[in-house]
């Protein structure tokens, strides 16, 4: 992100609007990677309050980088962006303000790293696999670890795909958080069919190579030290390398 620059038109109505508007999510102003010239995108800074759940902006950052964005229907977007220096993949939930010309994220989604969507990517034909299976009368509970705590499900009575981040209950139990985002059968199909495009247009993505299928990971140790293979246990294991 760049430094803060001259407040613009609309993040200005923004910041009068956000004051009132409960719960006032207003996340990555995210600008449509089709359009040539579109608007800039900004980051909005939101300040809770937790006795009322609203919130205000309390500043913003006009972000130089035009993400990659893909719409895989019902307001929901596959989108590329960078943090740091670092390149994810979200898929999150759009949607239009009161008073707004433009989609703004919500906090409905998952955020995943680049080794997250190669792992995705590398399951797609098991996990369409079994969200076909859920048509039929057998009992369909799968599950897949794509790294750090991320997991893709799909379960008979939940016709979705469903991607999100779990967190270790007492350092025993894996339960599911509130980050995450469920896919319909086509928001799904929309994600696996813009897997090459994007490994086109995203340089990282066409050259990297999966974490289980690096030169460390050639045995069970260097897997078992890995934060990303193994992310409740990996420091023990790492003492040992």
Known sequence: MEDKVQTPPEVKMGMRSASYWSCARLRNGERDAAAAEGPPLYLLLVLYRKSTGQGRVVGFYKVTMADTKFDIGNDRYLVVHKYKGMTYISLRQFKWYVGSTKLYATEKGITLTVDNWLDLKMAFEDISKELSRLNGTEKVDYRQH?????????????????????WMLDGEKLQPKRKGISLTPDEW?????????????????????????????????????????????????????
Not at 146 to 165: A, L, P
Not at 212 to 229: I, S, T, V, W, Y
Request: hydrophobic share 40%.
């Open 146 to 166: 794509i790294g750090k705590n991320v997991f893709v499900s799909v379960t008979t009575g939940w016709n979705f795909v469903d991607i999100r981040k779990w």
């Open 189 to 241: 199909q929309k994600v696996t069919q813009l897997a090459e495009t994007l490994h086109k247009v995203v340089p990282e993505l066409a050259y990297a190579i999966p974490c289980g299928m690096r030169e460390d990971h050639q045995n069970q140790q260097g897997m078992l030290a890995c934060a990303h293979c193994n992310p409740n246990s990996c420091e023990d294991w790492q003492s040992m390398l």
